[in-house]
């Protein structure tokens, strides 16, 4: 099967920088597009950022200018750079990606990490 796992998060003071981590291991066909969303503290998942398989990115309203994201195709990696981060950052981390299997490379599945929290405090 496939898994996703995240790594890299912490706690870091405001202004601050985290880089975050989405490993993707197992019976992998290709990977289409891949997403990082956020669940801050009583709050519904929300996306923060995308990228396609060709490199194409787009960014939620509240962290453009300050959170790159990036992917490494021949490591099934993706990452998130997150600088100049602010307390309204704090939330428990997920990678997504869609992702077909070798053994069925006609049908795209839906894959999650577990979470990582990230918690922006002085």
């Known amino acids: 099967q496939v898994q996703l796992v995240e790594s890299g998060g912490g706690l870091v003071p405001p202004g601050g920088s985290l880089r975050l981590s989405c490993a993707a291991s197992?019976?992998?066909?290709?990977?289409?597009?891949m997403r990082w969303y956020r669940q801050p503290p009583g709050n519904k998942r929300e996306l923060v950022a995308t990228i396609t398989s060709d490199g194409t990115t787009e960014y939620a309203d509240s962290v453009k200018g300050r959170i790159t994201i990036s992917r490494d195709n021949a490591k099934n990696t993706m990452w998130l750079q997150m600088d100049s981060l602010k307390p309204e950052d704090t939330a428990v981390y997920y990678c997504?990606?869609?992702?077909?299997?070798?053994?069925?490379?006609?049908?795209?599945?839906?894959?999650w990490g577990q979470g990582t929290q990230v918690t922006v405090s002085s």
């Open positions: 197992g019976n992998i066909y290709t990977i289409n597009a």
């Open positions: 997504n990606a869609r992702i077909a299997t070798k053994a069925n490379i006609g049908l795209i599945g839906d894959y």
